[in-house]
């Protein structure tokens, strides 16, 4: 694998459009970032609401450490996988994006930086911002659009904070108890690698017929609360 170039050799470049055919786009099995059903749902409103407003980068050639093509049109998504999919899934055949050569390793840094490079918000100007929308009754179309119930953003409001359903911290005991009772269960085996969700979430499905539960997160609170109670009484 070639090496990337440091930070300080680079400067900032204006980087085109280019409209390609969506059916040329390969997506990577290595790309970490995955979404929930609930997020799934609210970038699928955000799109139909706001339209394709955060275009897709996509590595055309790669090229080794010398600047040298090693594949041609490799045709690979660097970042904005998600969003091509929904404009496959919409019936869209073409789609604007960043097309530009790159190393394997600026690419998979890049799918870093957008994946994990968010920001936080001041709490103070997010209350206030979240407040106003509240007053214009748009509550529930924020709430569609982020992937937060309304009543977790009225926590937000009263507390002056927030919880994250995508706490990064892979101790489900670390998580706060409104994502067990809000959550879904996929959002939490999302916390452990790929190959651990494939295995339980089989096994989940056929616990949760057995015992005639409904939904994920019915199952995982019993679980849970079941898990806790043992744990409790042997650490007692």
Excluded: C
């Excluded at 090229?63 to 998504?77: E, Q, R, S, T």
């Excluded at 056929?206 to 939904?215: T, V, Y």
Aim: glycine letters at 4%; aromatic letters at 6%; proline letters at 3%.
């Amino acid at each position: 694998m070639v090496k990337a170039k440091p930070v300080s050799e680079h400067k900032i470049e204006q980087l085109h459009l280019t409209e390609m055919k969506l059916k040329d786009v390969n997506f990577d099995p290595d790309n970490p970032n995955r979404l929930t059903d609930v997020e799934e749902k609210s970038l699928t409103n955000s799109m139909e609401r706001f339209g394709y407003d955060e275009f897709a980068i996509v590595q055309r050639h790669e090229l080794n450490d010398k600047g040298k093509i090693v594949k041609k049109f490799k045709n690979l998504v660097a970042n904005g996988e998600h969003r091509i999919k929904k404009l496959i899934e919409d019936g869209h055949e073409k789609g604007f994006v960043v097309y530009r050569d790159m190393t394997e390793v600026e690419r998979r840094l890049l799918r870093q930086v957008h994946n994990k490079l968010g920001g936080q918000h001041d709490p103070v100007l997010d209350k206030k911002e979240i407040e106003l929308l509240k007053k214009l009754d748009l509550l529930g179309d924020l709430s569609d659009l982020i992937a937060i119930s309304t009543k977790d953003l009225e926590f937000q409001i009263r507390e002056g904070t927030r919880f994250s359903t995508r706490d990064q911290d892979a101790n489900p005991l670390d998580a706060s108890a409104q994502m067990y009772l809000e959550g879904n269960i996929k959002q939490i085996v999302l916390f452990f690698d790929n190959k651990a969700y494939t295995e339980i979430m089989p096994k989940v499905e056929k616990l949760q017929q057995e015992l005639g539960i409904d939904n994920h997160t019915d199952l995982f609170v019993r679980i849970f609360n079941e898990w806790l109670d043992k744990h409790e009484s042997n650490t007692s």
